[in-house]
């Protein structure tokens, strides 16, 4: 039911964003980049835009473990937020894309995904009235692979949040947003959580690569960083996601294992017990980190606690069909 | 009597010595439009964040210019820094002393940032 639900609030607000652009010239770069972010035209049977994966309701993440793409095709990643993209790079699970912009033109092109091939994506702007007035008045070209990364992109950068009760409670300095579970699960988010070893900057994210124990070499066989870099040592490493809007994010991991952050949680607290034949694992997560169940649900609340105002109403669902 | 002046007086050197850091501070904001910033508060607590984004916190203890401090990062690593301000003490910037965490360290010395009022 609960996965309905989410079904049927993504698709109305990808209905109600397409719509509001009826008409809408784009008066800057990243104006138009949301145009093209929401529009199937990017596809090749023209069915799935970025935002197919990437719903404006869950912080421009999916709610699928993986994605489909053109023709029900099956991705084998899960599709990760595209907010808060400003100050990270590299991109993808892998980093195999070093900018935002390289990033941008990725899915257009796998075949999982969009399909469509770059020089067809291309031509078909150029042969759209509407959009090459719009390159050509923003950009001064007619459209272009590299005015196309730069819209896109330029409108990913806009997808920038800092209104959660953490940020009040910390930037704001306002104390009496939070409550005592969530100081506490700070704490322990800092301390015998350990997270903060990974997860430490504006986002969330030191932007590096880990092997958290997720690969084992048979059903678990994404190797993940090794594929990019070409080094043994990154077998099982995946890039460490940014924490804002964690609660409107899941499923978690880079394959989407986890429905829940207690799930999440749990894992971290005793690898072993979810998977005992990991490989490569991080020493960080060598020894079980133990925690209590009051531990447990105090970061809960702290990771609860960096959702943005803005996903308020997709939390109330979400809590609603839980 | 003499004693009690004396330890006044230290007091008041003190609360003005702390009274110079405590506040908001920021960077102007940087060629990607990035602005850092930093609270110091009274209790001895800080906040540094980018872009209104929360990044570190921690404790410090500020003294005769000298900023030691321990924060979030850095596997719990203390930093000590000389303060020199400027600008009719509205600007600052940090000077490295003794800081082992080599990132922390290349980014602070960066920073120059001014007193938001």
Not at chain 1, 284 to 305: C, I, M, N, R, Y
């Amino acid at each position: 039911m609960k996965k309905y639900v989410g079904y049927a609030i993504a698709g109305i607000a990808t209905v109600v964003i397409a719509l509001s652009f009826t008409n809408k010239e784009p008066e800057n770069k990243a104006e138009l980049g949301k145009l093209l972010f929401f529009d199937p035209i990017l596809s090749k049977d023209k069915t799935i835009s970025c935002a197919s994966c990437h719903k404006p309701d869950f912080a421009f993440a999916d709610t699928s473990a993986v994605s489909r793409g053109v023709g029900g095709k099956r991705g084998t990643r899960n599709s990760p937020t595209a907010m808060n993209v400003m100050l990270r790079r590299p991109f993808f699970w892998d980093g195999r894309a070093r900018t935002l912009e390289e990033q941008a033109l990725a899915p257009i092109e796998n075949p999982v995904e969009m399909n469509l091939h770059l020089d067809s994506a291309i031509q078909r702007l150029r042969d759209s009235r509407i959009y090459n007035d719009y390159f050509r008045k923003l950009f001064d070209s007619e459209p272009t692979r590299e005015n196309l990364a730069a819209a896109i992109a330029a409108f990913e950068r806009t997808l920038e949040t800092s209104n959660s009760p953490f940020d009040r409670w910390k930037f704001y300095e306002d104390s009496t947003v939070v409550s005592m579970g969530v100081k506490r699960g700070f704490e322990v988010f800092n301390g015998k959580g350990k997270c903060n070893k990974c997860h430490f900057g504006a986002d969330f994210t030191q932007n590096d690569f880990r092997n958290i124990g997720l690969f084992n070499g048979r059903e678990l066989n994404d190797s993940g960083r090794t594929l990019v870099s070409g080094k043994k040592e990154d077998i099982g490493k995946f890039k460490t996601p940014s924490l804002r809007n964690v609660s409107v994010t899941g499923p978690y991991m880079h394959n989407g294992m986890f429905t829940t952050l207690m799930q999440v949680i749990d894992f971290y607290s005793e690898p072993d017990k979810v998977i005992s034949n990991s490989i490569n694992r991080d020493s960080l997560l060598a020894k079980p980190l133990g925690l209590s169940q009051a531990e447990k649900s105090d970061l809960e609340a702290f990771l609860l606690s960096l959702t943005d105002e803005k996903f308020n109403n997709t939390v109330e669902v979400q809590m609603k069909y839980r | 009597m003499k004693t009690v002046l004396i330890s006044t007086t230290i007091l008041i050197l003190l609360s003005f010595a702390t009274d110079r850091l405590t506040g908001r501070w920021e960077t102007k904001p940087s060629v990607n439009g990035n602005i850092t910033g930093v609270v110091f508060k009274p209790d001895s607590s800080f906040e540094g964040y980018v872009n209104k984004k929360p990044f570190v916190s921690g404790r410090y203890v500020f003294r005769d210019s000298i900023f030691t401090f321990t924060d979030n990062g850095c596997d719990g690593k203390q930093g000590v820094y000389k303060i020199v301000f400027f600008s009719n003490n509205d600007s600052l910037r940090f000077v490295p002393i003794n800081d082992s965490c080599t990132e922390r360290k290349e980014g602070m010395s960066r920073l120059i940032m001014g007193r938001i009022k």
